[in-house]
Each structure stands twice: as C-alpha cells, then as structure tokens.
C-alpha cells in the first residue's frame, strides 16, 4: 500500500533541520520504501534531492496559469535542485537512501530559478555523507558548508527534465498521453497509437504538443526516453534491455539517440 506524506518537510523556525545564517546548509537523511509519496508542498529555503541508492521521481508543479510542470526521474547519480517557493512533490519509485539538502535562500546560485537537474559528483556525495556524520567536530561544520555550496554552484546541468501540460488549464487528451508515456514509455511506439488511446487524432496531438509544451512530440519523447534510461543504465541493465524498456525498436537506434542526446554511448553510464 502506497505511503502518502502530506507534510514531511521542516516547517517551522525551530525544526532542526531549518537553515538558517548561522547554519545556511541542513542535510536529512531517511530510508525510503519504494510507493512512497510526499504531497505538493514548498518552502521558504531552497532544497537538493537526490539519493544515496534509490530512484526518485521528483515533480516541480506549475502556480496558477503557468504551464511549466516538469517531471524529473532521479538516480543517485544526479539531484535535483527546488527553488525557495517552488512548489513540488516527490515519489520514490526504488526503495531509497533518501538525501535532502535545505539551503538557506540567500545561497541560491545567481540565475537558478525554479527547478533544474544536476550532476551529483561524487565529491559532493561524500561531502553530504561528512556533513551528515553525527557528531560533528567542532568547527567542522562550518568547514563543509561552504564546500556543498560551491560543489553546486559549479555542477554540470543535466537536462533531463521531462515537461508536462499543466493539469487543470492544458488540453486533458494531452496530459492523460503524456502520463501514459512517462509510466510506460514501451507500451507505444508511434503518437498515432498513443493518439487513438486518447480518442484524439494524430495531427490534433502533434498541435497540441507545439501549443502547450512548444516541443513535437519526438523530442519530447526523447526527454521521456533518457529520463527513464539513465535510472537503468545505472544499476547494469544491458543497453539492449535498456532500448527494449523505452520503446526503440533496436539497441543501435537508441545508442545513436542517447549518444546525440548525452554526448556519450549509454555503455559510459551503465553501473554510474
């Protein structure tokens, strides 16, 4: 049975996990099981999900007529950065070794608005680990803050957001499409399939995709592909296993796309 938070974030002033100036970077750690849900929420401070082991899928939801929901797929090889305000929700998809970084609003990146997917280092990885290390030396602390912070400031982007027509304002042919995608991206191959499960019609959906998510839906499910590949690159699948689970009709189609897309062959992120 899924398990629902609504409400598991630090909220108050005096919730220890609050950063503050004097302590800007807070680090949570919590073992998570697999159909864990916590409920659209925000904060004031800026937040760094990702996991230690695990895959999480973490949802950056649109505010009133704003049509910019993106949905991200998150192995422990990248983290997504929430932030101060932005309201989101996160899913975990594999039991996961949970990591949330809380960072005080005024360390927020110049230029990082709303939502983005970086790369986690494996640097920054054990610098959580040491920050998280109960107890804490004197002073120590206040050594590793500043060197979380500059290992985000300076990490690689990883574009991999997935973007979603918004829910109550975009056309609802579209969304249920986009949905049906993101949880089985094999089940179809061609947007006249997926077109007809939605009782629309191919060049209805294709518009739609340009009007509402300024994308054709090739590219967008390209995003939808990678977002679902890296995750199983990750813990060894076969590359062919891999190009079957997304939906391509042969392991070479889809290392020429992921290697367009990435810049690598998907045999660089297997085990990653």
């Not at 969304?175 to 007809?196: I, S």
């Amino acid at each position: 049975m899924a398990q629902r938070h609504p409400r598991l974030e630090p909220v108050g002033d005096t919730d220890p996990f609050t950063p503050d100036p004097a302590r800007p970077v807070r680090v949570r750690a919590r073992s998570m099981p697999a159909d864990t849900h916590f409920e659209p929420h925000r904060h004031p401070w800026a937040q760094l999900a990702f996991c230690a082991t695990g895959t999480l899928r973490v949802r950056a939801l649109p505010e009133g007529e704003r049509l910019d929901e993106l949905t991200y797929i998150v192995p422990p090889s990248r983290a997504v950065w929430i932030a101060p305000g932005q309201l989101h929700c996160i899913d975990v998809l594999e039991a996961a070794e949970f990591r949330t970084l809380y960072l005080h609003a005024s360390l927020t990146p110049a230029g990082w608005s709303g939502s983005r997917m970086i790369v986690a280092s494996p640097l920054l990885r054990e610098l959580v680990q040491a920050l998280d290390a109960q107890p804490l030396r004197p002073g120590r602390e206040a050594l590793l803050m500043p060197l979380v912070h500059d290992e985000i400031t300076h990490a690689d982007p990883q574009a991999l957001a997935v973007p979603m027509p918004h829910a109550q304002h975009g056309d609802k042919r579209l969304r249920a499409l986009c949905e049906a995608v993101v949880r089985a991206p094999a089940a179809r191959t061609l947007l006249a399939d997926w077109a007809a499960d939605v009782g629309a019609s191919e060049r209805t959906i294709a518009r739609l995709f340009q009007a509402e998510l300024g994308t054709s839906y090739q590219q967008w499910r390209q995003q939808a592909a990678l977002a679902h590949a890296l995750p199983l690159l990750a813990q060894g699948a076969s590359v062919a296993h891999v190009a079957a689970a997304t939906g391509y009709a042969s392991e070479s189609a889809f290392s020429a796309m992921f290697k367009a897309a990435m810049g690598q062959p998907p045999s660089s992120f297997q085990g990653r």
